[in-house]
């Protein structure tokens, strides 16, 4: 284990998933990248993630059910919605980071982090 802090990204897709890893390695975490909701639930007894990202648009189990359950299992976890959906259609989170997702954007989230 490096000692950063892990953010938990949950995005189907693969070059979304690759441009939050650079942006995260960046701010100081690692990433622990799962390309469906089944992954990253499945993954919940080896992770401990500060900061979890996650599409609302996911095959399978919905972005929106995935983020409950993120919150259930992890409620210390600052929960980021990130979707092309209009923000107002987001579920309860503690921020919205609505895509074309840039740096800035999740600078400014993670400035908000506890880590």
């Given at each position: 284990m490096s000692g950063r802090p892990l953010a938990l990204v949950v995005e189907d897709a693969v070059d979304q998933a690759a441009l939050l890893r650079r942006y995260l390695d960046r701010e100081g975490f690692d990433a622990f990248i799962?390309?469906?909701a089944e992954?990253?639930?499945a993954a919940f007894d080896e992770?401990?993630?500060v900061l979890a990202v996650?599409?609302?648009l996911l095959p399978g189990?919905?972005?929106q059910e995935c983020a409950r359950r993120v919150q259930?299992?992890?409620p210390e976890c600052f929960l980021v919605i990130s979707?092309?959906?209009d923000a107002a259609d987001?579920?309860?989170a503690d921020a919205a980071l609505p895509k074309p997702i840039t740096g800035a954007d999740l600078r400014a989230i993670v400035d908000r982090v506890t880590r």
């Open positions: 799962a390309l469906d992954s990253a639930i992770i401990d993630p996650i599409d609302l189990i919905s972005g259930e299992r992890f979707s092309v959906l987001y579920p309860p």
